[in-house]
């Protein structure tokens, strides 16, 4: 199957989201939609999903044109769709997710289980994932969510997959096994969109590739003929640099010190140690426990052991409340889940942290408020339109830098950020690593948790690489580069 979107214009209110765009894709093509926060992927592809309806333009199925108004239409057609936010219903079964508008059902007409259950379980073990079908959505952890996601849409034998960032919450093997399944989908003749800020992955999975930048199509062609700088340079309409970040020399006094943490099953005989102005990663693979670990220190895990001590203080941490009032503030690894209120505005999202220092007797000072936040959207440069406009009204990359904003107006003395650039384009991915470089600078502690070795290598001066719950290594300088720090991980 071709798919050919013609003259696509969108706009919302007075912002012109998509002006004149041209795509297509057909049958055992992956091809790449690339471009900033806010180019205008996601809403491309809500409209080829039947999620949103275009203003002009048109879309072609084999020649044949077709209108979609509503995903139902756009998923009967053979396209199906992999949303940027999780579309899982928590307290429903893995297997009973599979099948949601298309439930199997018996002669009776009652909802088949056991069948369902089955092809669940067989859909499974042919792509080699170990989740039990009898699982509840809640206890997975997101990544994977994702894989069900995935697997869902390939239960609905779709011609034309749509993936939104597939990938910002998987670790390696994770992304392998999601690029193998993709693989087997081009062989039986799958077109798959691709959308994603992780360039390596494109060079690596992509057939083609399309650069949107502010609503119109600047680049595309085959991948091979392209390159990382080159598309950088696309999407941005700059070079974007990648030489390393210069460290700061002046480490401070100790902010945090761990001493013997365990908490079993996830992690044991934590021993670290954090000072002012120094940027520490911590890095493994899924399952190595780093944010458990550092979900503890924050209130978010109890009955620990060990010790954990504050500005060489001993603290017993009971809430995440007595914890950010001693000045630690924590980005969680998922967005989509932890760290956005979907009815809440932009400005409520970006302050709820600081509301109560701007509060008094009761009243909210409104003009403090959006003072403060206008700060950090200056400095982050959010892509947004009036403060009260709903978060979700946001691209994706865009609302990662209002949950970045609303911890950095805490004026945190240690800073956690746990896959702090998911979803945020290359170039904003450098303004954010300054960002933490000049916090480091002012004498910040930071901690960085990621799984991005070029992340790690960027931004931190020396990092710990973690395996099942234990630290295995620390690394620094010239053991600190990407084969190395893979070997550990993976226990070697
Ligand atoms: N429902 C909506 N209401 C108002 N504006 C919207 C809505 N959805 C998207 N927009 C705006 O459209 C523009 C494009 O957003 P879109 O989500 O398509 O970006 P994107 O390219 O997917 O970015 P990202 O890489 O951050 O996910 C943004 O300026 C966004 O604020
Ligand atoms: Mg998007």
């Not at 297509?24 to 309806?53: F, P, W, Y």
């Not at 002012?276 to 620990?304: I, P, Q, W």
Request: with cysteine; hydrophobic share 40%.
């Amino acid at each position: 199957m071709k798919v050919s979107m013609k003259g696509i214009v969108k706009s919302f209110g007075a912002n012109d989201v998509l002006r004149q765009v041209d795509f297509s894709v057909e049958g055992g093509e992956i091809c790449a939609l690339l471009g900033e926060n806010g180019a205008g992927k996601s809403t491309l592809m809500n409209i080829l999903g039947g999620v949103l309806q275009a203003d002009r333009g048109q879309i072609e199925l084999d020649g044949r044109p077709v209108s979609f108004h509503s995903p139902a239409q756009s998923l009967d057609a053979g396209i199906a769709f992999i949303h940027q936010e999780l579309n899982l219903i928590n307290d429903l079964p893995v297997y009973e997710n599979m099948f949601i508008g298309r439930e199997l059902r018996k002669k009776s007409g009652f909802i088949d289980h056991k069948e369902e259950i089955r092809q669940t379980r067989q859909l499974f073990a042919g792509l080699d994932i170990d989740i039990d079908p009898n699982a509840r959505v809640a206890s997975l952890d997101a990544s994977y969510k994702q894989i069900v996601e995935i697997a869902r849409a390939l239960l609905m034998k779709a011609s034309i997959i749509i993936m939104d960032e597939p990938t910002t919450s998987l670790t390696d093997p994770e992304i392998e096994r999601v690029f193998d399944m993709l693989r087997t989908l081009k062989k039986q003749n799958v077109g798959v969109v691709f959308i994603s800020h992780k360039l390596r992955e494109v060079m690596e999975i992509c057939d083609t590739y399309v650069v949107l930048r502010d609503g119109v199509v600047v680049a595309g062609g085959p991948v091979q003929e392209t390159s990382i700088p080159r598309i950088s340079h696309d999407m941005v309409g700059h070079d974007v640099r990648t030489e390393p970040l210069e460290q700061t020399a002046d480490i401070g006094p100790e902010v945090l010190r761990l001493e013997d943490l365990t908490l079993e099953p996830y992690y044991r005989r934590i021993n670290l140690a954090v000072h002012a102005g120094e940027v520490l990663g911590v890095t493994g693979l899924l399952g190595d426990g780093r944010s458990e670990v550092f979900r503890t220190v924050f209130g978010d895990m109890n009955k620990y052991q060990g010790r954990i001590l504050i500005e060489g203080k001993p603290v017993q941490v009971k809430s995440t409340r007595q914890v950010l009032n001693m000045g630690i503030a924590y980005l969680p690894r998922n967005r989509k889940e932890n760290a956005i209120i979907k009815d809440m505005d932009i400005l409520d999202n970006g302050s709820i942290v600081t509301l109560e220092r701007i509060t008094r007797c009761g009243l909210i000072d409104r003009k403090k408020q959006l003072n403060n936040f206008d700060r950090q959207r200056k400095d982050l440069q959010i892509k947004m339109g009036k403060p009260t406009d709903m978060i979700s009204s946001l691209s994706g990359g865009n609302q990662q830098k209002v949950v970045l904003a609303k911890w950095l107006m805490s004026d945190p003395k240690l800073l956690i950020l746990d896959n702090p650039t998911q979803g945020v384009d290359v170039g904003a991915k450098e303004e954010i690593y300054d960002i933490i470089l000049q916090l480091a600078k002012r004498g910040v502690a930071v901690v960085v948790l990621s799984n991005e070795a070029q992340e790690i290598i960027r931004v931190c001066g020396r990092a710990l690489v973690m395996y099942h719950g234990n630290i295995c290594a620390e690394v620094s300088g010239e053991t600190m580069n990407e084969a190395n720090m893979m070997r550990l991980a993976t226990g070697g």
